[in-house]
């Protein structure tokens, strides 16, 4: 049985009471993003400065669930002041992540530890994948993410 | 009748038996879809066993059986509703949704054009907005909104003025997110006033109130086998038989013809004009058995009771939580039904019926596809609870136990 | 697999056990409809009595459980029939005829103007043709048919001046009336070659042979749970996903839906998109059911074992009665199906059928809504037999007996 | 259980095989009337020749089963050389004779059978009510005299 004290890490519900990088960035150059959620009603804003490939700051609004407001604020710390290279790896990483292994799913295994030992925080939220409902609440920020550094 | 007992109907409710993570499960979405009781589900199976077989045209015994069925649940649903002139008035869509986009794209189509003005309220359900809006970019139709005011009915301060012009007030009994019923038969006589034919969407009012469309005096009429203990697939449209006969095709097919060349076709008369291709069949036996449960209850007696648990509900969701947990719908019970949309203060309702479902409590999340009406509150979304004629007050228990703990959670 | 068994589907088949008029029930209906196996209705049941819900947007147990059995059956669908991009190409609609009426009121409507041809042939249901007129009507297309020659095939001598214009070929790939198997592959890659679409009526054939649209190379591709052992209620349009993906909604309403303002709406993507208000979801339990029975049965073999019935069918029929008796469709068992619409010398269709009721013998009388198909032929209808999985020779004992006595009683 | 020997008695067979008044009239003065049952493709035309409140000829052309044409040929039969008094009193009755009464229908007793003794040849199709899906088959020819004679 899936245990809620797995989706919801403390440092998950920190994040969400106390998420980082929120505001805009109005600089002209800032890449704005919007990203949505049809089926749960989460919308989120993803304002990038990108310069010469690495991304120098990183700023959020919109609204969602614990779930969606902590992975944004989660995004946000791990990809602010790293190259758009690094950010693609931790994009891709993460996306593995929340990919539902069906033996994990049964309780027959768990996802590959590898990748997890080096996604700090991140890994929090390797709970959500025994929430398959939840999943697509995590993954908003990283897909609005991917869409600004393809316009960057 | 005075024989009616939550209890006994939960005991014929066989999805009521299931534990969830643990706990029995307290179902409180029947906005959404109600459980169907055994009878319902066993007319079903029966009929697959043994009548199953295309309808109409059949010679053959089981054909008969099968036709019989489906033009038998036709008679029971126009008692059910007490259609002036029986099963001619009666035609089986999918779903409330595929109702109303049969009213707006024949009757809709053939009998309005540019400027003419459909008047909808800002609390329906997309089902009654969307099919307005797609006729609006085909045909140049004004599609007008009553508000709703702050304590959560409809703003009738203006109405006199919103009808100017209107040929259509489509609007529905009870909201599926604020619970409100709205005053049918006195909206109706207004707006026959005012020269409007009127439509309602009883999605969220069949399974729960006693209805008569005499009574009521409306033109159309819609709603779904799914949300009055019956079975998925089925919908019902009704309309007076006059109507019916004036109104153009909707899908093309068989069973909706008379007559079929190489170049052109003759529509058939009746309902049956508007029910192309085989019908949902099993789907008509388990909504003639819903009807025969929900009589047996007495309608009467499933609105008392709805109410009372809806008025328990209210006082204690006003009383506990120190005002953390807002109803979006009117606080007092008076004219609305046993819907409970929640606003937990610092909890997202996707966080909400998580926490709920732990619990085994089922509420649903989300817009309640009332995305208009979501917008007039300021809200992406509720957690709403609803009842159903198997609910009790222990329901009520396990989801305030459950709400302590959300908020508790996310404090 | 070798393991298929005619007689161990008819014991899985409940209703195949009644008894009509003091004998056991011979099916020869199943062009109508077929039979579901026990565990297609169990699916069902089981469904109501455990997992009911409304899906999507559901957080709590059951919901998403609910929603697992539609997306599953989406899955399973798709892979049933090949679909090169899964779940993502399957439209879950009503049946084969809102198929399409969805196909030509949404891609038709956007993609086809005055003066455009769709191509359909005259041994097509009123499913394939009557949405074709509808949009005629509407927009000015042309439709144009494809004759049959007089031994019940299409007259292809013609076809590339026939598809000079076409945006569409829409052709089914077996006859209701004649058994006709069309050459669906062949007839595609000339579609294609002279730049149409090709719709593929896949009513009579998915649950008799074997499919995959991949190897077929049609776009469209349209379908009934009911034809195929599963439930009513329920059918399936497949298309490519780019084609899909450009297609506009059909109907409007809740679920179909990505934003709804009071000034306008943004539809969703994926098949959802065609999907307005709560679907069939304990049909698509039931389809899930039916795929994996049939999958079990093996399509190949089924094919085989009705060929096999057809075969012996065809050659008793042709060497009893004196030439009194005469099958409306290709003689030889050569690229048919197990379809067999009968004429009886002086024998109305109406009481070939009444009279084969009274031997518990179910064929069905009429036009099988193909009136081009019966005018062609100068035919008001005819009396058809039709097999099934479960079918056997037997019954083909009881249907001669049956007919004989007919002959006999309007000697 | 219904008995086909009720549907189909000799009499009934007698008609269907030997069609009494079957062709056109094609004076002017006649009155041609369509009848059309979709669900079974039953067509049938009737020609009327109506003078001074007389129906002095009545032909029949079209298709059918054998209950709808032999139920059109008595028809023809029963209201040739009557009055239109005379033919719209043979319509009720036989109307009335068609009307199922549930509990014949079950076996628990038959049709009032007061009528039937007074319509000769007609009551041979009393046995169709055994038979429901049928009566619209041996109604077609009534109803669509009945709209004749409206015209006449
Ligand atoms: C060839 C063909 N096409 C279409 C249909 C229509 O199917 P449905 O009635 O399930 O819409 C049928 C069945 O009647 C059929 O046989
Ligand atoms: C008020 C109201 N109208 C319409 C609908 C649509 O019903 P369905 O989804 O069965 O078409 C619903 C249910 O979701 C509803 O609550």
């Known amino acids: 049985m899936a245990n809620l004290d797995d989706l919801y890490r403390e440092i998950i519900l920190d994040h ?6 929120r505001g805009e960035l109005t600089s002209p ?7 949505f959620n049809p089926l749960c009603g989460d919308e989120l804003v993803v304002y990038l400065d990108v310069q010469d490939g690495v991304i120098v700051d990183i700023k959020l609004t919109g609204h969602g669930c614990s779930i969606s407001q902590a992975s944004s604020s989660m995004m946000s710390a791990a990809v602010k002041g790293k190259t758009v290279a690094e950010a693609r790896a931790t994009i891709d990483r993460f996306k593995q992540l929340m990919t539902v292994h069906e033996s994990s799913l049964d309780g027959q295994g768990e996802a590959p530890v590898a990748d997890i030992r080096t996604m700090g925080e991140l890994a929090a939220l390797q709970g959500v994948v025994k929430f398959p409902v939840r999943i697509k609440c995590a993954t908003l920020a990283w897909n609005t993410l991917s869409q600004g550094l393809d316009e960057a | 009748m005075s024989s009616y007992s939550a209890r006994r109907v939960r005991g014929d409710t066989p999805l009521l038996g299931r534990v969830i993570n643990g706990r029995p499960i307290t179902y409180l979405d029947s906005a959404s879809s109600t459980l169907p009781p055994r009878p319902v589900i066993e007319a079903m199976t029966r009929y ?15 054909a008969v059986e099968a036709t019989d069925v489906y033009e038998g649940a036709r008679a029971a649903t126009a008692r059910f509703i007490n259609a002036p002139q029986g099963l001619d008035e009666i ?3 999918k779903n409330t ?3 109303f986009n049969l009213l707006a794209k024949s009757w809709g189509a053939a009998n309005l054009t540019a400027g003419d003005v459909v008047l909808v309220t800002e609390m329906e359900h997309h089902a009654n907005i969307v099919p307005w809006f797609q006729l609006r970019e085909q045909t140049g139709i004004e599609v007008r909104f009553v508000p709703v005011t702050d304590d959560f009915r409809l703003d009738l301060s203006d109405l006199d003025r919103l009808l100017d012009g209107v040929k259509l007030f489509s609007f529905t009994a009870a909201s599926n997110v604020l619970g409100t019923r709205n005053p049918v038969k006195e909206l109706t006589r207004i707006a026959h006033d005012h020269g409007a034919l009127v439509a309602v969407d009883a999605a969220q009012s069949v399974g729960h109130q006693p209805t008569d469309v005499v009574d009521l005096d409306v033109d159309f009429f819609c709603f779904s086998a799914h949300k009055m203990l019956g079975p998925t697939g089925l919908g019902v449209l009704w309309t007076r ?7 153009p095709p909707f899908l093309g097919g068989g069973g909706m013809i008379a007559d079929v060349r190489v170049d052109g076709y003759v ?11 085989t019908p949902p069949i099993a789907e008509t036996a388990g909504l003639s058995a819903a009807i025969v449960y929900l009589e047996g209850l007495g309608l009467a007696n499933v609105a008392r009771h709805e109410d009372e648990l809806t008025s328990d509900a209210l006082k204690r969701l006003a009383n506990e939580f120190d005002g953390r947990v807002r109803v979006i719908g009117p606080a007092e019970n008076v004219d609305r039904g046993g819907v409970l949309s929640l606003d937990v203060d610092g909890v997202h309702p996707h966080d909400v019926a998580q926490v709920l479902d732990q619990f085994g409590v089922c509420v649903r999340p989300g817009h309640h596809c009332a995305k208009p009406l979501m917008r007039r509150f300021k809200l992406a979304a509720t957690a709403r609870a609803s009842f159903g004629p198997y609910s009790l007050t222990t ?5 305030l136990e459950a709400l302590g703990s959300a908020v508790t959670m996310f404090g």
Chains 1, 4 share one sequence.
């Open chain 2, 97 to 99: 949704t595929e109702s």
């Open chain 1, 16 to 21: 969400y009471r106390t998420p980082r990088n």
């Open chain 2, 395 to 399: 329901d009520t228990d396990v989801l």
């Open chain 2, 267 to 277: 529509p058939a008369s009746g309902p049956t004009r508007f029910e192309a291709g």
């Open chain 1, 29 to 35: 150059s800032a890449i704005r993003t919007e990203g």
């Open chain 2, 241 to 247: 038989a006059a109507i019916l006969e004036s109104m």
């Open chain 2, 91 to 93: 035609v089986f869509t």
């Open chain 2, 48 to 62: 697959y066993e043994l009548r199953h077989a295309n309808v109409h045209r059949g010679v053959y015994q089981t």
